[in-house]
Each structure stands twice: as structure tokens, then as C-alpha cells.
């Protein structure tokens, strides 16, 4: 086990609902509800979640541009929700993120150049020739041609894009890059590039990930932990052979049955499976989910597989597990 | 042999071009391909390899003024390409129906659901009013909508996404179509709705005996769902056969390459296949030659055919050019080493 | 809705009381005052201070604002001192003309703005929307004064076709009479000032049709065989129309508020004309009383924008 470089306590963001006829707060939309999980120094850890899961929003929180309602993350011991911290301790270099839509996170008017460089200029200060020698460097390490620099985003594909994307978040040495959805946007073969690409840095500059994303394959590809979210709380979480051989909770498995498999010779198979899942997602709703159709607190099922029971769920869910394996 | 009416759309050598800046550039570059009832029909690439026009110019919807369909679309004994608009009317929504990509901006936002339903009913039916909404209701029980009555009263973005692509398909299928194109008609939507759409599909066709030509990049969802396929790269088909047949033994270069750059089909630590270079733009594309053969630099010129043909290599399985025969991806590897 | 209706008039309450002392105190800021000009220079100045006084001209501020108010609650705004009249009746019969004018210029606007946008989006990139654009460029060039003085002489004066001032002929008798008088004295600055406004109606109008033509909804409408021209009517041309309907509340305003030039111009007896006759004479109780209108008419007809995009737009429903 490597050394946690953060660690997410009791997570929240909640946006006010507002109404009635003076407008006031009646509720919250609880984007992100107690969410608790920590990464690794160097390793790449996946939030899964399906749209409107709160998977962005956590991501957000963590980088600082979401508003945090209640808990903690702990950045090197200090709880860097508190923006005066974040700058005591150079948290704004240390962690950078990268988007799924990279066009729109550049400005069309500057080169690559002014782009990939505007994170150095903001921490270092480096003379015009050093900070070229820095973007060759970067656009080296994400295999683009050296006279990108000259260009403007528009004049790249979208793949180069999200190449660019990352020589501009790794631009800075950090230590974490939230990743959201990096590569939803790209074709399959595009997507491996890209994807290849992360993981060559992350090997050469030991550089940790939160790797955000719908799609279970790439996911399942990325990381040894992760984490499934539902309704902005976390269902299932553990290292990646437990979540994929081992699903307890029926939220994952309902996911993992509905990832479409190239499988053709047990199609059928694949379907009777996903409806099963699926009439006991919808049959057993009050055995995953609380009376307001909130997910449990999470509970230790072994030291690496955490799963959203209620009091007392583990053993059964145990034995359920045993059974089916003896059926099988 | 299979009987006439089997055969519900014959593609013969379309070609669609788009005008560029004056000169018209081949997006469908001699696509012969054909529709069978009871079949759904994949046609896969990755962006810009042509599918999306090839069902634009099948329901006719592309700019006339900037494009150029020429080749046969034989319907029955129509051919669809060059159908005078008012003929044509009289077979999109009534004969194919069509679903697209994303549901919310497939929908007129300023009209209740239903009622955009029943616009298909209104000019392909002699139905009534009454008898409209009576279908209506008909078509959302069919398609899975709880409280169809409440929810033909809706407007799209009171709707989920999969029930907004529900409404895309009551549309579609309002009339009982023969043929159902869709235009990737899950990738705007979460994994487990695309399941239930999938499967929606699927007991449609059952139901209706109708063709489906289901058109994406996902080369999971074709898995899953299709019964023949076709891959598409850079405007040509370059491989065509039974589902089984391309997932079991691809042979095509590309097909390979691209089943290859599936993360879950790799070992988790080891890097993904990266198939090099980029796909030519439209403007770009090499118009002779082997169009692939930029992409696999390794295999020798000789191997390609100069001018690539489809051959039918075993009975049903279709592939371009004879380069497959010499390709290998150890090959590569032994290349980039070097 | 009725409920959001009522609570924006509410917080109209706030706006209107923050609206009227920043016109109160600017009134007050402004050189001169009511006996600046009205009295013979020779009088005696202590005289015209014992005036001043008497007419409240030295109280506090707010003493003078409190009253101000209070009177504005009886009708009251107050007596032009220029004209010896009370403001509210001066500006009701101005106000009264200013409404005919707008209106049937708002009519004009969207009678020639509608065309020419659906023409010009329909037909993009073709020779009916250049036309339509070199026709948009000129109306949009051309300042408005000078649009209207060619207009007056040309058509007025030198064809002599329509009245050159007034709102209505001393001769005209009768109910038709008088409505037939006043439509003959509004044509011709309706149309002049409806040119002008077209504009911006045509430039959204022909934006959103071209925008929308491109939309998914639009191709689905195609794929199901609706024909061409109902697609266009009842998909793109409904659509496009939206944001047009929404701005008819802030439209009408502005009418109101622009017609300070073509009154003037055509000598036309409404509140635009009222507002500069009254700059020029200082006449600042009838100023004050005119400012706070146009702020008003600018609340009520944001207000009116909105309630107008709820109803025609399911997408809004202002909560």
C-alpha cells in the first residue's frame, strides 16, 4: 500500500432549492452527500457513476472550483476546503485537472504555447527560452510535433486536444490530476492513445489520478481502486478485482450487466443476466437503499471491499454471495 | 436462397459527396450494402468514417445544394435516390422510420411529446384526431412509458433522457415502418438506459418483422445487438459479414486493429493498441490506393491491391483489399522496436 | 404564476422608491428653479427668496422628497410652473397620443420586420436576404432624426401628402371624424419610426430561423415526412419566433422612450415631445414626473416580457 496523498472525509455539496412565495431555501439538492474515500500517492483511482451521480461535482470539490457545503479533504494533513490553506500549502499547483471537452477549456486565442505555459507562469518563474524548453518538453511527453506550440487549439483534432490537455495539467509537476471523463468524447482508437499516454506519465512522474467516467471498461482498464457512486453516494468501493469479480451491491451489478459485451456467443446469456439484475434492482429497492431512497453508510465486507448496507447487512449479503457462488 | 421480400433495402454503389469549397468530395465512396427483414444491419467506424451519411442519404435528408447522391437505393422497386421530395414524404416516417443520437435536441421543445408523435400519424394516416391520441397512447404503452396518458401531455425536457429517446422511437415507429435507422441512438445516454433501449429495439424488430439499420462506434452495443455487420473506415465499407463472423474472425486490418484498442479487451497493464496516425479528413482522404495502408506503414506496399476491391473471402464475409493476408500486429511490435 | 406575478410587483415597491429619489434628487441637482426665468428680473430679490420659500424650496431634502411623494399618491405631480396647468392632467392627454403612436408604429414594425425576417432567414446566403440586409443597414445607418426630417419634407412638405404637426385637425368632428384625423396624422411618423425600429426584429428574426433550420428537432420533423413548408411554419418559423414574442414588453418601452424624437420632429403632442419641450424650459416638475414614468413603464414592461416568455415558452416557468 502506498501513502495516501488525500483523503476525502464525509464529503457534501448541496446547491439550495429554493421557493414558495418569498423565494426561501426549502431544500437541497444533495450533489454530493458524505462521501468518503482516499488515493494513493501514484496510483489511479476511479469514480464511477452515471450522469447526475455527483461524480463531477466531487471532482470539482476536490480541485476547489465547487463550493464545498460540509466534511473535509485533507491535503498533507491540513483541510484544503478552506481556500486559505490551499494557498499556504501551493495546493492549486499540486492538483490540476484535466475536462472532457478540451476546446472549451482553452481559450481560442492563444497558442499552445501561452496555453500549456500559463499554469508554469502562474507558480514559476522562468525566462522566455526555459519555459519554451519547458512546453517542447511537455508536448514531447504527449507525443505532438514540436511546431504545435505555433498553433491554435482549433487547428488540432480532438484527440491532440485532450493530448494538449494533459501536457497542460502535467505542466506544473503536480501531484494529483482529476481526470473528468478525459476521453468520453474521443473515438475508440483515439481513446487508447490518449489513455496510454496518462499512464506513461503517471509511470514516469509518479503522478496520482481521479479518474471520473461512466464507462466501466476504461475505468476497469485505468485504476486498482475505485469507486461506484450513486445519488451522490458512494455504493461500492475497493480495489478493482474485488468491484469487478466480486460485485455485492446491486447497483454495480446492475451497471457491470449493462456494460455491452463483445461476447457474441453468449448474447442471450448477457440479457438474461441484465434483466435478472435488473427486476431485483427494481423488486428490492428498500434492501439497497433507506426509506428515502438514500444509499447506506458504507460497511467493511473484507479490508479492501467497502459496501452501502444497513446495520446488520453484511452477513447476509455474505451468505447471498456464498449461494450464488454454490449455484453456480 | 431467401424470397423476394426479404430483401427490404439494396444499396448498390452509393456515392455522397459534399461540396468543400467548391469541389465535391466522395463521404460514402461506393457503398453497396443491403437490408434484410428480421435483420439489424450495424454499420461501425469511427467519426468521419462515413456512416451517419449513408443513413442521410438513405431518408433523403441532406443539403441538396451542397451534396451529390448518385448510385441506386432500391426500396421495393423505388429508388430512393433522386425521389422527388413529395414521393419521398410519402415514405420517410410511413416506411422508414428514423431515430437519432441525441433525444432532447431531436424533440421541438415548444410541443407537448405526444402530440409531436402524432404529427407522424397525421400525414401518413387517415386517422382522426381521437384515433391519433388513441395510438399514441398505443405507441408509449409499446415502448415502456409509465402513465402514457400524463405523459403525452409533456413537453421533452420534463422527460428523462431514455424516456425523451422512447418518445424518438414512438415517433419512429408510429407508422409501422419496414426499415428503423438509428443514428447511434444511445451514445447520449447512461449505460443502463442504453441497455433498455437496446432491448427496446430488439423486441421492436421481433414484433414488427422490420429491418433495423443500427448505426454507432460502439463496438460493444454492435456485439450485443447486431445480426450482420458493416466496418467502416474513411467512406468505404472495409469489412462486411454475420456478427459472429467479425467478432470471432475479423480480418480486416482495421476491424482487428480497432477490436484491439478496446480496454476491456486487454490485459489491464498493458498498454492499448494505438492504431498510428489520424483518420484523413474528407478533403485529405487518399482517393487511390489502399486507404488504410497510411495507418499500417509496416505492411508492404506489394501486399495491397492497387485499386481495392471487396472480395468475398469465405461465403458472407466480405473484406477490402488483400492486405489482411499479410497482417500482423507482432509485426508492429517487432517495427516500433527496431 | 399569479403568485410570482404579484411577488414581482413587490419587488417593483423597492425599485420605484430607489427610482424616485434618484429623480428627485437629480431634479434637484439641475441648475435653475421654477421662478429661474418666470419672474421679472427687477424684483426684489428678497421678494423671490420670501417665494422661494414659502414654496418649500429651502426644506431638508427628504422633507421635500416626503412631500413630493405624498402628493404623488393623490395624482398629484405637481403644477408645471411654466404652464400654469397641474402635470398629471398635461401629461394624461400627451400620454393618451404617445400610446396611439406607439401602437400603431409597434403594428407597422412587426408588419414589415416579419416579412422581411422570414424572407431573409428563409432564403439564406440567396439575393432576397442580401436585399434584405442592404435594407437592414440602411435603416440601421441612417440616424434617426435625419430619417425623419427627409421624411417630413419629402412626403409633408414637398408632396404634401400628410400633416406636418399635430395630432388631430381643430376641423375634424364626429367619432370617425376625429379617428380618421388622428390616423392621418400618425401615419406618416408611424411609418418613418417603424422603418427605423425594424432592425433589430428582422436581424433576430432571420438569426433564429437560420439557427434553427440547422436544429436535430428540424430533421426529425423531416424524417417523419412532414412537408417542407409545414415544417418550416409550424417547427422553424414558430421557434424563431419565440424570442420576438418575449421582447414585445421592453419593445413597447422603448417605443415610448424613443418617441421623444419623432414627436419633436413632427411636432407631434405626446410625452416625447412633452419631455424635450420641457428640458428646453426647465420645467422640472414636469420632467421629474415624466422620468418617473419612463422608469415605470421600463419595470411593468420587463415584467410584461417575462410573463409573456413564461406563457409562450414551456421551458420557463419563473418560479
Not at chain 2, 443502463?192 to 418483422?209: C, N
Not at chain 3, 445607418?141 to 430619417?147: H, Q
Not at chain 3, 424635450?276 to 421629474?288: H, K, N, V
Request: with cysteine; aromatic share 8%; glycine share 8%.
Amino acid at each position: 500500500m502506498g501513502k495516501e496523498i488525500i483523503q476525502i472525509k464525509d464529503l457534501k455539496v448541496y446547491y439550495p432549492i429554493r421557493s414558495g412565495f418569498w423565494n426561501r431555501i426549502t431544500d437541497y439538492v444533495r450533489a454530493v452527500d458524505g462521501v468518503n474515500f482516499s488515493i494513493n500517492e501514484g496510483e489511479t483511482y476511479g469514480l464511477i457513476g452515471e450522469s447526475g451521480s455527483g461524480k463531477s461535482t466531487t471532482g470539482k470539490a476536490i480541485v476547489g472550483i465547487e463550493k464545498v457545503t460540509g466534511g473535509q479533504i485533507m491535503y498533507k494533513g491540513v483541510d484544503i476546503t478552506k481556500a486559505s490553506n490551499r494557498k499556504k500549502l501551493n495546493y492549486n499547483k499540486d492538483v490540476q485537472m484535466i475536462f472532457q471537452d478540451s476546446m472549451s477549456s482553452m481559450n481560442p486565442r492563444k497558442r499552445i504555447e501561452d496555453i500549456i505555459a500559463e499554469p508554469i507562469r502562474n507558480f514559476e518563474n522562468l525566462t522566455t527560452d526555459q519555459e519554451r524548453d519547458r512546453v517542447q518538453e511537455l508536448l514531447d511527453i504527449v507525443g505532438m510535433p514540436s511546431d504545435a506550440i505555433y498553433k491554435y487549439p482549433h487547428e488540432f483534432s480532438g484527440g491532440q486536444r485532450q493530448r494538449i490537455g494533459v501536457a497542460r495539467a502535467v505542466a506544473t509537476n503536480p501531484k494529483l490530476i482529476i481526470a473528468d471523463e478525459p476521453t468520453s468524447a474521443l473515438d475508440l482508437s483515439v481513446q487508447a492513445q490518449v489513455l496510454n499516454f496518462m499512464k506513461h506519465i503517471q509511470q514516469q512522474y509518479n503522478i496520482a489520478y481521479l479518474f471520473i467516467s461512466h464507462d466501466l471498461g476504461v475505468v476497469k482498464h485505468m485504476s486498482e481502486n475505485l469507486a461506484i457512486m450513486h445519488r451522490g453516494r458512494l455504493v461500492e468501493l475497493g480495489s478493482r478485482d474485488e468491484i469487478y469479480k466480486h460485485p455485492m451491491h446491486i447497483y454495480t451489478k446492475r451497471l457491470l450487466s449493462a456494460i455491452p459485451q463483445v461476447d457474441v456467443a453468449n448474447r442471450e446469456a448477457h440479457k438474461a443476466e441484465r434483466e435478472r439484475v435488473e427486476h431485483e434492482f427494481l423488486e428490492n429497492q428498500s434492501k439497497w437503499y433507506d426509506a428515502d431512497g438514500r444509499v447506506f453508510p458504507l460497511q467493511e465486507v473484507t479490508p479492501n471491499h467497502l459496501v452501502a448496507l444497513p446495520e446488520g447487512g453484511i452477513r447476509a449479503a455474505i451468505q447471498e454471495e456464498q449461494n450464488e457462488k454454490e449455484s453456480d | 436462397m431467401e424470397k423476394q421480400s426479404d430483401l427490404l433495402l439494396d444499396i448498390q454503389h452509393l456515392h455522397t459527396a459534399y461540396r468543400l469549397q467548391g469541389d465535391f468530395y466522395d463521404a460514402a465512396d461506393d457503398v453497396s450494402l443491403t437490408l434484410k427483414r428480421d435483420k439489424i444491419l450495424a454499420i461501425v467506424g469511427e467519426s468521419g468514417s462515413g456512416k451517419s451519411t449513408i443513413a442521410s442519404s438513405i431518408i433523403g435528408l441532406y443539403d441538396h445544394k451542397n451534396t451529390k447522391v448518385t448510385g441506386d437505393i432500391l426500396y421495393n422497386e423505388l429508388n430512393l435516390v433522386g425521389l422527388n421530395e413529395a414521393l419521398f414524404n410519402k415514405v420517410r416516417g410511413d416506411k422508414i422510420g428514423m431515430i437519432f443520437q441525441d433525444p432532447l435536441a431531436s424533440l421541438n421543445p415548444l410541443m407537448r411529446v405526444g402530440d409531436q408523435v402524432a404529427e407522424t400519424l397525421y400525414y401518413h394516416t387517415d386517422m382522426d384526431e381521437k384515433a391519433r391520441h388513441a395510438r399514441v397512447i398505443e405507441l408509449f404503452n409499446q415502448v415502456g412509458m409509465p402513465r402514457p396518458e400524463e405523459m403525452y401531455m409533456n413537453y421533452p425536457h420534463e422527460l428523462s433522457g431514455g424516456l425523451r429517446q422512447r418518445v424518438v422511437i414512438a415517433m419512429a415507429i408510429a407508422c409501422k415502418p419496414e426499415i428503423i435507422i438509428a443514428d447511434e441512438p444511445t451514445t447520449a445516454l447512461d449505460v443502463t438506459i442504453q441497455a433498455q433501449i437496446l432491448d427496446l429495439l430488439e423486441d421492436i424488430q421481433r414484433q414488427s418483422h422490420s429491418g433495423i439499420i443500427l448505426i454507432t462506434h460502439d463496438l460493444g452495443v454492435v456485439a450485443e445487438t447486431a445480426d450482420e455487420v458493416a466496418v467502416m473506415y474513411a467512406g468505404q465499407i472495409v469489412e462486411r459479414a454475420d456478427v459472429k463472423t467479425i467478432f470471432e474472425n475479423p480480418l480486416h486490418p482495421y476491424t482487428r486493429s480497432l477490436l484491439n484498442s478496446m480496454p476491456q479487451n486487454e490485459d489491464e497493464d498493458e498498454d492499448l493498441h494505438v492504431i498510428q496516425g489520424t483518420v484523413p479528413s474528407l478533403k485529405n482522404m487518399p482517393r487511390t490506393g489502399d486507404r488504410f495502408a497510411a495507418r499500417i506503414p509496416w505492411i508492404p506496399a506489394s501486399a495491397h491491391e492497387e485499386n481495392p476491391q471487396i472480395h468475398e473471402v469465405e461465403p458472407g464475409h466480405f473484406v477490402r483489399c488483400t492486405c489482411w493476408k499479410s497482417f500482423r500486429f507482432e509485426d508492429q511490435n517487432a517495427e516500433t522496436e527496431a | 404564476m399569479w403568485k410570482t406575478v404579484l411577488r414581482r410587483l413587490l419587488i417593483m415597491i423597492p425599485q420605484l422608491i430607489i427610482l424616485s429619489m434618484l429623480v428627485f434628487l437629480l431634479a434637484k441637482m439641475m441648475p435653475g428653479d421654477p421662478f429661474t426665468g418666470a419672474i421679472n428680473p427687477n424684483t426684489d430679490p428678497k421678494q423671490i427668496e420670501a417665494l422661494k420659500r414659502a414654496a418649500g424650496l429651502y426644506d431638508p431634502w427628504y422633507i421635500q422628497y416626503g412631500r413630493w411623494v405624498g402628493n404623488l399618491f393623490h395624482g398629484d405631480l405637481g403644477t408645471s410652473y411654466i404652464q400654469h396647468v397641474s402635470v398629471s392632467s398635461l401629461i394624461w392627454d400627451r400620454a393618451v397620443n404617445t400610446f396611439w403612436l406607439s401602437l400603431l408604429t409597434t403594428i407597422i414594425t412587426y408588419a414589415i420586420a416579419i416579412p422581411l425576417g422570414i424572407t431573409a432567414g428563409r432564403h439564406q446566403d440567396e439575393w432576397q436576404d442580401t436585399a434584405v440586409q442592404v435594407f437592414n443597414y440602411i435603416t440601421f445607418a441612417i440616424p434617426g432624426f435625419v430619417f425623419y426630417i427627409l421624411g417630413l419634407w419629402l412626403f409633408g412638405f414637398t408632396l404634401g401628402w400628410f400633416p406636418i404637426s399635430g395630432s388631430v385637425s381643430a376641423s375634424a368632428s364626429g367619432f370617425w371624424g376625429v379617428l380618421g384625423s388622428r390616423l392621418y396624422h400618425m401615419i406618416l411618423p408611424a411609418i418613418l419610426y417603424a422603418l427605423i425600429t425594424t432592425t433589430g426584429t428582422v436581424q433576430y428574426l432571420r438569426t433564429g430561423i437560420v439557427d434553427n433550420k440547422v436544429e436535430d428537432y428540424v430533421r426529425t420533423a423531416r424524417s417523419k415526412g412532414v412537408p417542407e413548408n409545414v415544417v418550416f411554419n409550424k417547427h422553424i418559423l414558430r421557434n424563431s419566433l419565440l424570442p420576438i414574442a418575449a421582447f414585445l414588453g421592453n419593445t413597447i418601452t422603448g417605443l415610448l422612450g424613443g418617441s421623444m424624437i419623432i414627436e419633436t420632429v413632427f411636432s407631434y403632442p405626446g410625452m416625447g415631445k412633452l419631455f424635450m419641450d420641457s428640458i428646453g424650459q426647465r420645467d422640472y416638475t414636469t420632467l421629474t414626473a415624466l422620468i418617473l414614468i419612463f422608469g415605470i413603464l421600463t419595470l411593468v414592461g420587463n415584467l410584461l416580457s417575462d410573463i409573456i416568455m413564461s406563457i409562450i415558452d414551456p421551458r420557463i416557468r419563473i418560479q
